[in-house]
Nanobody, 126 residues
Framework: QVQLVESGGGLVQAGGSLRLSCAAS????????MGWFRQAPGKEREFVAA????????YYADSVKGRFTIFRDNAKSTVYLQMNSLKPEDTAVYYC???????????????????WGQGTQVTVSS
């Protein structure tokens, strides 16, 4: 069993920055990829960013490219999402997720992830 715990959410003004963290636990922890998704009120969960755990591949939604950066610390089993130039439309609950099995299926599809965190609220005021 894998547990994912997100932190770092909060309230920020438009143009500001936040860094989300997602710490994974459970022995042994093995991941193929980790991703961030978000869900705004009344909307479906959408892909934000993903990173391969043992490679340098990263993936971003068009809406966050150039503003958000995903990176990881393998020694800490932690993935981060650095969010800059935040906009009110970035307001959502942000979830991290992990895929534990090697697969050619897309890293941008929520259904391909095995474990999810509880989510952290990000609110961007205008």
């Amino acid at each position: 069993q894998v547990q994912l715990v997100e932190s770092g959410g909060g309230l920020v003004q438009a143009g500001g920055s936040l860094r989300l963290s997602c710490a994974a636990s459970g022995r042994p922890f093995s991941s193929y990829a980790m991703g961030w998704f978000r869900q705004a009120p009344g909307k479906e969960r959408e892909f934000v960013a993903a990173i391969r755990w043992s490679a340098s591949n990263t993936y971003y939604a068009d809406s966050v490219k150039g503003r958000f950066t995903i990176f990881r610390d393998n020694a800490k089993s932690t993935v981060y999402l650095q969010m800059n130039s935040l906009k009110p439309e970035d307001t959502a609950v942000y979830y991290c997720a992990t895929r534990t099995r090697t697969s050619s299926a897309s890293n941008t599809v929520a259904a391909n992830y095995d474990y999810w965190g509880q989510g952290t609220q990000v609110t961007v005021s205008s």
